[in-house]
T-cell receptor
Framework: AQSVTQLGSHVSVSEGALVLLRCNYSSSVPPYLFWYVQYPNQGLQLLLKYTTGATLVKGINGFEAEFKKSETSFHLTKPSAHMSDAAEYFC???????????WGAGTKLIIKP | NAGVTQTPKFRVLKTGQSMTLLCAQD?????MYWYRQDPGMGLRLIHYSVGEGTTAKGEVPDGYNVSRLKKQNFLLGLESAAPSQTSVYFC????????????FGPGTRLTVT
């Protein structure tokens, strides 16, 4: 079955340090890939997406993600963490369905001062 | 535009009571979804709709019913609430041509005692 795995339910980094959140999917066919962010007590919002074309995708707030087909991965990175980045991040994939996403379980990003 | 709105924001029910959660979107989106979010389990799809007058079951539909009589509204009903339905409920919508781009409401926090 198709699935999405996010490694680590919690990731803690110091302010100013590199952020790396991992996402892998299971499929022989590359899907459309998404990262969503959920700030405390809010709904989710789209951070960035990959559909076709350039495999390095830039999103809002300085985040970017790289699609690596050989590794079936779509890891999210940010060079320098800010306190305002503290949130939960969800990876999701769309296998060419008109309407359904498959969601990862989420990774809570904790920023240490 | 208000985007996706949800009513109410909070609700406490006793076991066996019924209620309806209302989702409204003013973006003329075709697809609408109801999710529940529980700690450590990510987002789980309850029901979805691909257009006015049509609904379909998602991953966890038991105990819930939905209706989409108007394109802009998607209602989620609990006929006989159970403590296992204590959760945060999110509504989302997607335009026809944007695979995977879901726009979320702020959520409804429901507690069933």
């Amino acid at each position: 079955a198709q699935s999405v795995t996010q490694l680590g339910s919690h990731v803690s980094v110091s302010e100013g340090a590199l952020v790396l959140l991992r996402c892998n999917y299971s499929s022989s066919v590359p899907p459309y890939l998404f990262w969503y962010v959920q700030y405390p007590n809010q709904g989710l919002q789209l951070l960035l997406k990959y559909t076709t074309g350039a495999t390095l995708v830039k999103g809002i707030n300085g985040f970017e993600a790289e699609f690596k087909k050989s590794e079936t991965s779509f890891h999210l990175t940010k060079p320098s963490a800010h306190m305002s980045d503290a949130a939960e991040y969800f990876c999701a994939v769309n296998f060419y369905s008109n309407y359904q996403l498959i969601w990862g379980a989420g990774t809570k990003l904790i920023i240490k001062p | 535009n208000a985007g996706v709105t949800q009513t109410p924001k909070f609700r406490v029910l006793k076991t066996g009571q019924s209620m309806t959660l209302l989702c409204a979107q003013d973006m003329n989106h075709e697809y609408m979804y109801w999710y529940r979010q529980d700690p450590g389990m990510g987002l789980r799809l309850i029901h979805y709709s691909v257009g006015e007058g049509t609904t379909a079951k998602g991953e966890v539909p038991d105990g819930y019913n939905v209706s989409r009589l108007k394109k802009q509204n998607f209602l989620l009903g609990l006929e006989s609430a159970a403590p296992s339905q204590t959760s945060v409920y999110f509504c989302a919508s997607t335009p026809l041509a944007a695979l995977g781009e879901q726009y979320f409401g702020p959520g409804t926090r429901l507690t069933v005692t």
